[in-house]
């Protein structure tokens, strides 16, 4: 299975292992919009040891390691989050859909922390 353009992103047969892997456990489903939920299987997230060496593989070690900083923007007839890439994504280069994937889960759990647990939004 072909996940990346290999000609634009570099990558090792390790990370394209742990990628393949992440990959197998993700379901893009509807909620509001079609494809608009990243639905992730339990057998991935009920062993999350297992977890974080397939995200750490992926995208380095400093995944879940500094939050975002995210704020949720109010305009007139628009609504939404806005938030500031993690240490470990560089806009500037390409990335494989595992790590975009991995960015929309981290950046999912801070907007949920910092709205349940700190009360911010």
Do not use: C
């Not at 570099?10 to 292992?17: M, Q």
């Not at 919009?33 to 593989?57: C, G, K, W």
């Not at 989050?81 to 390409?94: G, K, Q, T």
């Amino acid at each position: 299975m072909k996940l990346v353009n290999s000609q634009a992103y570099k990558s090792t047969p390790e990370v394209l292992a742990a990628e393949e892997n992440l990959l197998s456990h993700i379901r893009f489903t509807d909620t509001l919009e079609q494809h608009d939920t990243l639905t992730i299987s339990q057998e991935l997230m009920e062993n999350p040891a297992r977890f974080y060496q397939v995200a750490e593989t992926i995208v380095g070690s400093n995944y879940l390691k500094a939050p975002h900083e995210v704020e949720w923007i109010q305009e007139a007839n628009n609504s939404y989050f806005e938030s500031v890439a993690p240490l470990w994504m560089d806009m500037h280069n390409p990335h494989s859909l595992a790590s975009w994937v991995l960015y929309f889960i981290e950046r999912s759990l801070f907007i949920q922390y910092q709205q349940n647990i700190w009360g911010k939004f």
